[in-house]
């Protein structure tokens, strides 16, 4: 096959233009929440260690946990998202959880675009678990996307291709998407 140089040199230029996200592999970096190990931000809030530049709040407030991630991240609409129902980051069995970072490198820094971390619920009904994907960017953190992890036996692959797919272009005045098959947890 016979390739001019100039649609070759246009093709490689865009592919490899600053910010280009089709050429850069998206990857997975974890930090761990600890509410013991973090700095208090107030009454039943804290301030945990994330990503450089990236620091993870964490509140709490009549059964609901509320996580938002950057500078001033109770000032960000994730700090006052959370599920319907009751629920918490730890499953009773560890004071410590993990949160997923989906990134990029950029100018050799970690770019983050998204988080994943898991919550689980409590109604009167049922127990659960879901899956929350939040977008991230330098001044925003908002949820995209809720998965139900007892019906989707692939909840984590689901919610990096949601991180990777969605994330970067969500709009964070609309509502979380719930993602997946439903109902074996209460959200």
Same mark, same amino acid.
């Given at each position: 096959?016979?390739?001019?140089?100039?649609?070759?040199?246009?093709?490689?230029?865009?592919?490899?233009?600053?910010?280009?996200?089709?050429?850069?592999?998206?990857?997975?970096?974890?930090?761990?929440?600890?509410?013991?190990?973090?700095?208090?931000?107030?009454?039943?809030?804290?301030?945990?260690?994330?990503?450089?530049?990236?620091?993870?709040?964490?509140?709490?407030?009549?059964?609901?946990?509320?996580?938002?991630?950057?500078?001033?991240?109770?000032?960000?609409? /994730?700090?006052?998202?959370?599920? =319907?129902? %009751?629920? #918490?980051?730890?499953?009773?069995?560890? @004071?410590?959880? !993990?949160?997923?970072?989906?990134?990029?490198?950029?100018?050799?820094?970690?770019?983050?675009?998204?988080?994943?971390?898991?919550?689980?619920?409590?109604?009167?009904?049922?127990?659960?678990?879901?899956?929350?994907?939040?977008?991230?960017?330098?001044?925003?953190?908002?949820?995209?996307?809720?998965?139900?992890?007892?019906?989707?036996?692939?909840?984590?692959?689901? /919610?990096?291709?949601?991180?990777? =797919?969605? %994330?970067? #272009?969500?709009?964070?005045?609309?509502? @979380?998407?719930? !993602?997946?098959?439903?109902?074996?947890?209460?959200?």
């Amino acid at each position: 096959m016979h390739v001019r140089p100039f649609a070759l040199a246009i093709v490689l230029s865009l592919a490899l233009a600053p910010g280009s996200y089709a050429v850069q592999q998206a990857k997975s970096r974890y930090s761990t929440i600890e509410l013991s190990k973090c700095r208090s931000a107030g009454t039943s809030a804290w301030q945990c260690n994330g990503l450089p530049g990236y620091p993870v709040y964490v509140a709490t407030a009549k059964l609901h946990t509320f996580v938002s991630v950057g500078p001033a991240g109770q000032t960000r609409r /994730a700090a006052k998202q959370s599920l =319907r129902v %009751a629920n #918490t980051l730890f499953d009773g069995r560890s @004071p410590r959880t !993990a949160v997923e970072w989906r990134f990029i490198i950029r100018d050799k820094k970690v770019v983050p675009y998204a988080t994943i971390v898991r919550y689980f619920t409590q109604s009167k009904e049922a127990r659960g678990e879901v899956v929350v994907v939040t977008r991230v960017t330098d001044a925003e953190s908002c949820q995209v996307a809720r998965i139900d992890a007892l019906a989707n036996r692939n909840a984590m692959v689901l /919610a990096r291709e949601i991180a990777d =797919r969605q %994330a970067r #272009t969500f709009d964070c005045r609309q509502e @979380p998407s719930i !993602a997946g098959a439903t109902g074996k947890s209460p959200m």
